[in-house]
C-alpha cells in the first residue's frame, strides 16, 4: 500500500455513506438500473443539464417553473402527471438536445443529496455507459474516491456493485483501497465481466427480475454495456452537467 | 421461486439489520475472525455457557460476580483487566470444561443485541467451525432466516460474507431467496471455497492483514476451516448455550 496515493472506498448502500470521509472525497453516485445510465445517455445525447428530484410532485413542479421535460416512473410506468419514462432509449438526441431533463428517481437522487448535504468535494455519476470517462476523470483528479451504490430502499444490489468492481478493476493502481467491499466488487466483476446480463440472470438478481417483467431487457442490456455515452455528469447547483 | 419455502436475507452489516424483518427470523449472528469461531470453540469443549459483553468494564464486573474466565481482546492484545483472549486455542476442553466464559467483543455482541432488541424470534451464532449444525438447524427449522454480518464498525467484511455464502449454498433449496446480498455471497463462496485462505489473502481482506500482523495465522485457518467445533450456540437469557 502506498500512503501517498489517494484512497478509494465502496459504499454497497446509502445506509453506509456515513462510514466513510465523505466530505474529503469525490463521491461517485452509482445507480445502474437505470437512473445514471439514463443521465448519461440524456446528456451524452446534448441534454442542456439533468435534475434530479426525489418526488412526483418536485418534478412536475420545477419542469413546469423551467419548462423542462418531465420524467420518472413508479412501478415500471411512467408516474401519473410526468411525461416520459426512465428509459435511456427516450432521450434520443433529436429530442432531447437543448433541454432541460427534470428527472424524478429515489435511490439516486437520495444517495446524491446525502453526499452533497456531507459536503462531498465533488460528486459525478457512473454508469456502464459512461464508465472510461469515469475512470479516467478518477485517475486524473488524484483525490480520495467514494464509490457510492444507490442500491434499492437501502438493499445492496448487484448492478451497483458490479459497476463499482469495473471501475476498481480499471483504476485501482491510482488507488490505495483498504476496503473490503471494493476487494468484493473488483472479484464479483471480474467473474461477470464476460457477460454482465447472463451473470445478473444466472445469480437471480432483484432488478434483472423486475426489468424483464416489464419487458424492458433492451434497457439492461443497454446499462450493462460499456462506453456508450462517456460523457461526465458533474453535480452543480442542483443540476448535473456536462462542462 | 415457491411461495410456501420461508425466506432467507443476508445483512452485511448492523447498520443494515433494520431493513428485514427481523421479529419473524431467526438471526445467525456471524463474526467468522475471531469472535463466532471462538465461542463455538469454547463450547464444543464443554464450556456450560458464554456470555457476551460489549465492554471490558462490563466483563469484569461480571466475571467477578459469578467467577467467570474473562476473556477479550483490543489491539490484538488481552484487554486490560482481562484473563484471556479472544483465541479459539485458549480454550480446549482441559481448561474450558464446565466454566463459564465472559466474553467481550465488539462487532458480533452489538449486532446480537441488536437481534434481540428488535425481537428476533432465535438467535444462534455462526462460524465456520459449526457451519453444518448451523445449517442442519435452519433446514429443520423451517423458519424465516437472516444471516447477519457482524462486520467491523459497520463496514462490510470479506469472511462474514463468505460464511453466509458457504450456509446459503449448503441449504438455499429450502428456502425462497429473493435478496442479491445472498446471492452476491454465494457466488464469492462458490468462487473461494477451494482455498478460502487463499481467497482472503489474495484478496486482500482487511483483517487477513490485521491478523497476520499479529502472527495469527493459525486463528484465521482454524477459523475458515469448516466443522472443527459443531455445536449451536443458542442464546437465551443473556447466555449463548447448548442444549
Not at 437505470?34 to 443521465?39: E, L, P, Q, V
Not at 448535504?117 to 474516491?145: D, R, Y
Request: hydrophobic share 40%; with cysteine.
Amino acid at each position: 500500500m502506498n500512503k501517498n496515493k489517494p484512497t478509494l472506498f465502496t459504499s454497497f448502500s446509502p445506509a453506509l455513506l456515513h462510514l466513510y470521509d465523505v466530505n474529503n472525497s469525490i463521491v461517485v453516485i452509482i445507480d445502474v438500473l437505470r437512473a445514471t445510465s439514463t443521465i448519461a445517455a440524456a446528456l451524452y445525447n446534448g441534454a442542456r443539464c439533468v435534475i434530479p428530484v426525489d418526488s412526483v410532485t418536485r418534478c412536475i413542479e420545477l419542469g413546469k417553473q423551467i419548462d423542462g421535460i418531465t420524467a420518472g416512473e413508479r412501478d415500471g410506468k411512467i408516474a401519473e402527471g410526468l411525461v416520459h419514462g426512465n428509459s435511456p432509449f427516450e432521450y434520443p438526441k433529436e429530442f432531447i438536445e437543448g433541454k432541460t431533463l427534470v428527472l424524478t428517481t429515489t435511490n439516486g437522487t437520495r444517495l446524491l443529496h446525502m453526499a452533497m448535504e456531507k459536503g462531498a468535494k465533488e460528486i459525478i455519476t457512473g454508469s456502464f455507459p459512461n464508465l472510461s470517462t469515469v475512470c479516467n476523470h478518477l485517475a486524473e483528479k488524484k483525490q480520495n474516491v467514494i464509490l457510492g451504490c444507490a442500491a434499492w430502499k437501502d438493499r445492496v444490489n448487484m448492478e451497483d456493485i458490479l459497476f463499482a468492481g469495473a471501475v476498481i478493476s480499471k483504476i485501482k493502481k491510482h488507488f490505495s483501497i483498504n476496503c473490503d467491499s471494493s476487494h468484493l466488487a473488483e472479484t464479483l466483476y471480474k467473474k461477470a465481466r464476460k457477460d454482465l446480463f447472463e451473470f445478473m440472470k444466472k445469480n437471480d438478481a432483484s432488478h434483472y427480475h423486475r426489468l424483464m417483467n416489464f419487458g424492458l431487457e433492451k434497457d439492461i442490456r443497454y446499462c450493462l454495456t460499456p462506453d456508450g455515452a462517456n460523457v461526465l455528469p458533474q453535480f452543480e447547483d442542483g443540476k448535473l452537467i456536462v462542462k
